[in-house]
């Protein structure tokens, strides 16, 4: 295969350094062992790598003289600029088969530093080896590489008394590389390696003059320069501006007709000794001093022109050699830019991933997933400074009729004219965000009077004008506020939104701030997260049974199950006390979980017995909206027959429903493919419109207890009863009133048609056995009789 044409040069540059099979030096032996002695290591090398082999300058702890070069570790570490550790080579897939690891002399660990030849080509390396693995950053190599550069020294004092040294000084020449280098790989801002590197130049060549820049091109293929580094040429008024113009933006050249641009047309050398009388002169700004000679010297990357290097003023003149003398240092200018040009690709990709993973598109605002970030910070923030943070959950009133009359353009400008007044009206530090269509969230920082509240309002109400239209709208916001709701970025949104509709519910264009007191008490909630865990290991939790009773059939169609903890101290306690607490922790999916398996096991035993009842259970909105929960449905109804399956009814709270549309109707519809039935609790209270009561795969609707206990004393409420009833009729859904605690109730809903009833009027939640036996018992011409008697 032949040679890489940089190797070849590295190769001829190894020759002639003559080096190579010299006898041992105390020079360079003294500092391998101050290498092993510091580090503590087995062996330290000097190493030098020609063609075919690996060959020890100085060596102290092996007694091999060479090694092949196809296993040599040394080959890695010339090929990068800064240490190359290996910390366990059993470990790195490149070396866990060498010889050099699996037989003597068992290389477990290494760390090399490359060694530069004095026109700075990488001959080789001081390296430090060790027979068993070790942890080691590169900041702790910082004498290894001191040590490196000390051999540097010396070699470059052989070369010099050699007599074989040019123009340019050797030494400065590497040094020169080795520090672009290290000011590019420890800053982002390439720049100062560009200006160290011209500093260099300069120092190097004697040139008064200079500029390094990169060459672009136009859409027609014409090229120009930007320049990267130039010298300062403030000597007058018109220079000293555009020097000014330099530092702030850059600097770009685009006349051909120069020396210049000379060079970037041909892409060859430009050279000139007598520039007042050369015919390519001239493109200097007003005010530059005298130009005596130049040199162009172009920078390339595999076959293209990437970079232009400019000296002037050098006493004596510029010869052609020049261009080789520096061809190390113009290599490393070429990848100086190549890095350059790449870190800004990627960085520009990433910037515009960033920008649509987090930002939204029509307002520039942070999106949810950002804000869920942000928000976290607040909190944290929050905590180290003993603060508070305010959200509010903003939705605009009268945006929908806006965007239906006027279209999704102008609603579209209406989105973002507000999106700028809510930022303009918050402080900086503050948070605005947009969680999609006309909903935005405000998280505001240490908020000490409610009337910031009230201006953001009054900043949404202002009229917008927009091309001819004046468009009004407000906005109803819900507040809540941590640490007094002490609780994580989802149930703080969840709490903001809860108020929010209560400022609608009021009237809207309107605030409110969520109750705490009567949602829970936080101390309760600790209390009861501390304890739940142990109760469950314990079976403290238990399932109560409460029938429902089938008016066409005249039977007892099924029970629902309704959970109960015996604790240890407080007694039987219904669901109210403990199950709010749950949601949104890991025990919402455990007592989930426990639930359905219990109920189950209640099925399989109804069948055994010859009962066809149906068992119901009500399902926790955070374990339904999960991840988990299609999962742990299907794992859970896998002991269920599928003939079965469809008395396991599944209650949600039409609330929860309408939470997520698509996610639980994606959910419900598992469910109906697993063969288990849902059933909307709570029908009536959510204010869930007819296209989405339409598209929920649900079997059965329960009517809430609050219409069915009004419908004898308010007409209105029997109107809502009924209208319930002509609706699931229509949809082909059968329907339960729940909460019916008398006999007149009882009769009227069998006289509108209802399907089935539960309540404390036919019985109350009872423990298996009792419920079992209470069943086994049951006549319907008891209720009748006791409904007629009454």
Known sequence: MPLDPMEKRRLTALEKLGILDTPPEERFDRLVRIARQFY?????????????????KSKDGIDARETPRSVAFC???????KAFIVEDATQDPRFKSNPLVTGDPHIRFYAGIPVREPSGFKLGSLCIIDDKPRQIQEVDLDVLRTLASLIEDELECAYLTGGDAGDVAVSHLSRAIQRAQNVFLTNDNERAAFELMLADLLALTGSQFGFIGEVLYHNDGTPYLKVGAITNIAWSPE??????????????FERLDNLLGAGLVSGAMVLTNNYANDVRRGGLPPGHPPISSYIGLPVYSGGNLIGLVGLANRVGGYKESLADDLAPLLQTVGTLIERKRLYQEKREHQLSLEQAANFDALTGLPNRRRLTELFEQELFEAKQRNGTVAVCFIDLDGFKEINDEHGHSVGDAVLRSIAERLKNTVRGHDVIARLGGDEFVAILRDVDDERVYSRILEAIRQPISYRHFVLHLSGSMGVTVYPDDDADTDLLLRHADQAMYAAKESGKNAYKIFDLQS????????????QIGQAISRDELELYYQPKIDYKRQTIEGFEALIRWNHPDDGLLGPGHFLEHLEYTEYARTVGNLVINEAIDKLLLFNSQGLAYSLSVNLSPSHFLGKTFPADLAQAVERLPRGLRHRLILELLETTAMDDASLVIETLRRCRDLGVEVSLDDFGTGYSSLDYFRKLPAQEIKIDRSFVNDMLDDSEGEMVVNAILGLARSFGRRVVAEGIENAETHIRLIELGCDLGQGFYYARPMPYQQAYEWAANFRWQTVAVTAVGS
Not at 43 to 52: G, H, P, R, S, Y
Not at 239 to 244: D, I, K, M, P, V
């Open 40 to 56: 503590g290591v087995k062996t330290a090398l000097f190493t030098i790598l020609d063609d075919k082999r690996q060959w020890f």
């Open 75 to 81: 080959d890695h570490a010339i090929r990068q600029d």
């Open 239 to 252: 220079t000293q501006a555009l020097f000014q113009q330099v530092e702030r933006r850059g600097m770009l």
């Open 519 to 530: 949602h829970f008490t936080r101390k309760e909630r600790v209390r009861v997260l501390e």
